[in-house]
C-alpha cells in the first residue's frame, strides 16, 4: 500500500475545516524524520501533510510550521510546486492548527526544511503523476507520452495542452501511484527550488492585513494585563486594586497564581495580578494603578554583576571533564614555546520580538479554543489539557502569524495565562504583554563566563586547547536545580568546533539560574562562536599569523567527522566558505585609517557560514561599514529567502554585539523597553554582501541562525585589527575607546 | 458622548476617553488591525500613522489630537503608499512582517517630502522604525526604487 493517499472527503472536512473539492491527497511524516511512516489501513490514515488541487487549478497546500519571518510558508509551497511543475501564481498557503496528526510542528533548530522538504518534493511528484494518467486516459495515449509543464499537462505527439484544473475530475478518480514508482527531478531541472521566489504572504504584509495574535478580534472579547512580580518565581503578598478600577474600561482585577509544571516537561506561567478590560490601554493603565506587595522569594539576592564575577572565578578553577575531550592538554602546555589565557563574557540577552507575546483564548466549559503567534502549539495544547484538566481533543490552537518569535514564542506562558483568565470571566480574552513585560519576565538568552587557554608551538600551530564554560542551563527552565551546561548545549559548538586540535579539553562549570532561561536564535552558539572565533584570532596574532591563514590551518585537512550521521561535518565546505568570504571581502587589502577587518567561522544547524565585517572606530565611535557571509546550507529551496535571512541574520548579530544587555538587580530585570534595550536600527545598518555556495546535492541544513554567531566575533576582531584593542566582553556599548 | 474621527477618508462614531492613545483606539475601539503595537513609548515605529500628512506615533498621541484632523493608515492609500507597497513587493522586504506597516507609512513621508532620498535621507527617515528581523537593506533598496518609478511616471 502506498504511504501518500487520497483522503476520504469526510475525514478531509473534519480535520481540516476545508471544503472538500478537487484532488485532496495526503501523507503522513513521523516527527522528527524525513521518512515516511507506512500506513496499512485507509481509515486510519492520518496525514499531517497534504496538498488540495482544485478545480479552478488553485492549489493548497498546509504549513504545518509556523511563520515568523523565517520563509517556510514560501519555501515549502516552493517544493511541491516544482515537483508538480504548477504555476506559481496558483499557489496558496494554509496554516494548519496545533495538532499532533501534524508530527512535531516545534518550529526551532533551523529544522522545518531538513526534515519536511522530501516528503513535499513526494506530494508534488505524486500530483503530477495523477494529473498526467488522467490526461494520458483523456488522449487514449500512454502516460510517457504526456509532460506537465506550468499547470498544463501537455500531449508531446499532438502538442495538445489540457489545463491542471480541467484534468480534475478524472484525475480524482485515479489510483495513487506506488510510492516507489515516483521519481524526483534532477537539481538542473528545478524551476522553483534554488531560485529566487518572492514571499507567498507579500501583499498581506505590504496592506496591514496579515492578522498576527495580536489582531485577533472575537465578538465580546475582553483583553487583560497581567502585572507580574518583578522578581522571578515572586508571589503577591496583598493587594489594593481601587485605583485601577476607577479607570474607565477596566472591569475586573484577578489573582492569578503561578501555574507550576510538573518536572520535566512545560513551563508552566508566572501568575500576578490580571486587569481585565474592554481594550488593551485600559488594561495596561489599570496595570500601572495597581499596589502590590510581594513575596519576593529566593531569586531576591540574584544580582547579575555579581553572578558574573563569581562565574569569573569559577572558570579560573577545573570543571567537570566533558567527553569529547582528547589528547594531553597539560602536557600540550608544558611542552610548548607559548601559551595564551583568555576569558570572556556574554551578558543576559532577550528576544524582544516585535510584536510582543500575546494570546487569546476562549475557555467553553470542556472546550477550549485558543488564537496565538505560537512556534510549538502542540506543547501549547499539552500544557492547557495538563493545567486545565481538558481533554486534549477539545482543545484548538489556531496559530496566526508570527510578529517575530527568536525563540521567545517557543514557550506558551502567554497561552496559559489566556486560558486561565478566560476561565475565571467566562468570556473569550486577549491577554496582551507590554513591552516592559516582554523586557523584564521573558525566558532570557544565558550569560556565560569562558575560560580559554592555548598553546602554540615554534611553528605557530596550535597544539592545545583548554576551554572552561559556565553558562546557566536552558533544563533548568523545565527542570529545576540544573546547574550545569547539557549535553545539547555543549554540543553546540563546543565538543564540535571545526578546529583539528590534537590536544582538546573541554570543562563544564557549575552556573545557577535565577532567570527563566530559553532558547533565542543561534542559542548557545552565540556563545561558542564567540569565544572561539576570538581566540583564534588571539592566538594568530601571538603567533605572528595572517588570522585568515590561521583559521585555514586550524580547521586542518580534509576530513569528513561522524559519517554515520545524515549530515556529517565536512571540514571542506568549511573551508571553502572561508575562503570564498575572504575573496569577496577582499581580505588582506589594506584597509584605510581607523579602519579594520576580522573574520569569523561556524558550523550550526549543519550549515557552514564565514563572515567578515569590516569597522571603523574614530572618536571612540564604532561603525559597522560593511558585511560578506558566505552560507553553504547545502539544497537552496528559495535563494532570495537565504539571503534574506543571512541579512537579517548579520542584523541580530550587530544588535546584541552593540547593544545586548539584560541586567539584574535585587533579583529584578533593570532595562525596560527599546530605549534601555537597543536595537540595530537603519542608521546603524551596513552593506551586507551574501554568497550561497552551490551545493545543490547536499540535504538542506538550517538558515535562519547560523548567520547569527559570527557576527559578534566578527565585529570583535574588526575592531581590534583597527584599533588593537581586545574586546572580551559584550557589549560593545559600554566599551571606552578613548582611554 | 460620541465624538467623529475620519480615517482613511472614511468617517467613524466613536465614544471613548480623549486620552486615550489614536492607536489603541484605532485598534480596539474601531477595530482596524494594520496598525501596530511595539513598545507604547514612541521608540519602535510600528504604530506610525499619518495624521495630515504628518508623521505621528500613534501609540503616544491622545484621541483628541487626532479630532478633525483626516488620519491614514496603512490600510489606507495614497499615490506613494501604492508605489512603496509595489517596490517592496519587488524587494521582498518583509520577513514576519510585523514592522512593515510601520515601516511604509513611514516611507510614504519620506516620499511625500523628498522626492529623491539620498541614503543618508532614508537613514534619518527612517531610524525611528525598528525591524527586529533586519530587513533594513531591503527597505533601503526599495525606498530608492520607488523614488525611480515616481520620477519616471
Known sequence: MSTIQKINRRDFVKLFGLTSTGIIIGCNISSDRK??????????????????IHKNGNITLMASRSEMGQGIRTSLASAIADEMEADWKYIAVKQAIGHEKYGNQNTDGSRSVRTILEPMRKMGATAKMMLIAAAAQKWNIAASDCKADNHFIINQKTSEKIFFGDLIDVASKMPIPNENTVVLKKVKDFKYIGKTLKSVDLKDFTHGTAKYGM??????????????????????????????????????VIQLDRMIPPVGQFFGALGGIAIIANNSWAAFQGKLSLEIEWDYGENHSFDSEKFSEILTQRVHETGKLVPGSRGNVAKAFTDAKQTIEATYQVPFLVHTPMEVPNATAWFQGNKVEVWAPVQDPQTARAEIAHFFEIPIENITVNVTFLGGGFGRKSKSDFVVEAVALSKKIDAPVQVVWTREDDVKHSFYHATSVQYLKGSIDKNGLVTGWLQRVALPSIVSSFKPLSDYASGFELNQGFTNNPYDIQNFRLENVKAEAHLRIGWMRSVVHIHSGFANNSFVDELAFEAKKNPLDFQLALIGKNRIIDGKSDYPFNSKRMKKVLENTAKISDFNRKRPENHGIGIAIHYSFYSYVATAVEVSVINGNIQIKEVWTTIDCGLVLNKDNVINQLEGAAIFGISLALFGKITVKEGAVEQHNFFDYQMTRMKDTPKITVDIIEAMNQPATGVGEPGVPVMAPAICNAIFNATGKRIRTLPLFEVDFEI | MKTNLSINGKRYQIDAPEEMPLLWLIRDVVGMTGTKFGCGVGQCGACSILVDGTLIKSCSMPFSFGIGKEITTIEGTTANLQILRESWQECNVPQCGYCQSGQLIAATFLLENN?????????????????????????????????????QG
Open chain 2, 115 to 151: 522626492a529623491n532620498p539620498t541614503d543618508e535621507d532614508i537613514d534619518n527617515a527612517m531610524s525611528g522604525n525598528i525591524c527586529r528581523c533586519g530587513t533594513y537593506t531591503r527597505i533601503r533598496k526599495a525606498i530608492h526604487m520607488a523614488a525611480a518609478i515616481k520620477n
Open chain 1, 215 to 252: 489582531d485577533i478580534r472575537i465578538p465580546n472579547m475582553k483583553f487583560a494585563a497581567i502585572a507580574r512580580c518583578p522578581v522571578t518565581f515572586g508571589t503577591v503578598k496583598s493587594f489594593n486594586s481601587s485605583d485601577a478600577e476607577k479607570i474607565s474600561g477596566v472591569e475586573k
Open chain 1, 35 to 52: 521518512e515516511f511512516i507506512p500506513t496499512s489501513d485507509e481509515n486510519s490514515f492520518s496525514p499531517n501533510l497534504f496538498i488540495q
